[in-house]
């Protein structure tokens, strides 16, 4: 994957017959506007599972990201802290016997105090999370 990004610059260098400056070379860092990824999102969890959730953060290390939810219609949000894996990724795995369907949203609040939010539209709008009870196969045939 690296010699197809640097390819077209070495076959340039040999056009111009000298090398490139450092700035005509792609950076290994994200210079863009802070950003939230949430690259899986979860809309059903069996009772009693594990809900886990990975959050990307783009740009610098947030000061605070937080996973914020509810019961599904509920008033008061619970919260619930994101660790740190590695270079921007972080995640959070909720071990409780989940067995109501909820909703949540997740905060980054980065050094300088900007509010990102999964889903956009949080915390008017939230993303749900339908629990499926489980039940005996045997007993649905009869």
Not at 4 to 33: C, I, V
Not at 58 to 86: C, D, M, Q, T
């Amino acid at each position: 994957m690296q010699s197809q990004l640097y390819l077209p610059g070495k076959e340039l260098e040999k056009l111009l017959g000298e090398p490139l400056t450092p700035d005509a070379m792609p950076s290994n860092l994200y210079a863009g506007k802070p950003r939230l990824i949430i690259p899986t999102v979860r809309t059903s969890l069996d009772a009693g599972e594990t809900f886990k959730l990975k959050a990307l953060v783009l740009r610098n290390a947030p000061k605070e990201l937080a996973l914020y939810w509810k019961p599904l219609g509920g008033i008061e949000y619970r919260k619930s802290e994101f660790s740190h894996v590695n270079r921007g990724v972080y995640q959070l795995a909720l071990r409780m016997n989940i067995t109501y369907d909820f909703e949540y949203f997740v905060e980054v609040v980065t050094v300088g105090g900007e509010k990102l939010r999964f889903p956009a539209s949080a915390p008017e709008m939230n993303q749900t999370v339908v629990v499926m009870k489980r039940t005996n196969l045997r007993q649905r045939r009869a």
